[in-house]
T-cell receptor, first 113, second 114 residues
């Protein structure tokens, strides 16, 4: 079974704080993704990575950065959290290697106050 | 960017009824995926379709890849309370490459009335 683990399920942070969301997969997949999910807006791609130290911007990268120092770990970073970044964040991985099938983690609920 | 139209937005049904939902695209896709999301959880992949005309089942769920490559259907037979949730379709125009190629529908909320 594909297993994608997001380290924090629920976080509450203050405006201006630096926030790290961690995602780990133990299946040696190359492609990893970060999405955010908001009511009425659906799933939107923030960043993805197709290899260690490689990253590509998705549809809404502003206000976010990512880090992939090891193949199994893909981190999403909010340098200075703002209230409009309150959302559900979903990490995903692609076992096919061609980017057309992805499996999601359990999600991280972030509230910025 | 590409758009996926998923319908209906919500469904209110009785336990035991069959359910049908669909997604349509303005462009051709080579992959169609169906996910289910429970409240507070991440989406879980139910069925993946990679070939036009393909019909695939997963228990009481059946999904089809439309022959035009622009649509897909998901059917649930004899619904039970645990089927409640949001069902998403996703499509990819790529048969290989393009890690950012998935487009998602907005979801169908399935609600089962007692």
């Amino acid at each position: 079974d594909v297993k994608v683990t997001q380290s924090s399920r629920y976080l509450v942070k203050r405006t201006g704080e630096k926030v790290f969301l961690e995602c780990v997969q133990d299946m040696d997949h190359e492609n990893m993704f970060w999405y955010r999910q908001d009511p009425g807006l659906g799933l939107r791609l923030i960043y993805f990575s197709y290899d260690v130290k490689m990253k590509e911007k998705g549809d809404i990268p502003e206000g976010y950065s990512v880090s992939r120092e090891k193949k199994e770990r893909f981190s999403l970073i909010l340098e200075s959290a703002s209230t409009n970044q309150t959302s559900m964040y979903l990490c995903a991985t692609d076992p096919t290697g061609v980017g057309n099938t992805i499996y999601f983690g359990e999600g991280s609920w972030l509230t910025v106050v | 960017g590409q758009q996926l139209n998923q319908s209906p937005q919500s469904m209110f049904i009785q336990e035991g009824e069959d359910v049908s939902m669909n997604c349509t695209s303005s462009s051709i896709f080579n992959t169609w995926l169906w996910y289910k999301q429970d409240p507070g959880e991440g989406p879980v992949l139910l069925i993946a379709l990679y070939k036009a005309g393909e019909l695939t089942s997963n228990g009481r769920l059946t999904a089809q890849f439309g022959i035009t490559r622009k649509d897909s259907f998901l059917n649930i037979s004899a619904s039970i309370p645990s089927d409640v949730g949001i069902y998403f379709c996703a499509g990819s125009p790529y048969s290989g490459g393009g890690a950012d190629g998935l487009t998602f529908g907005k979801g169908t909320h399935l609600i089962i009335q007692p």
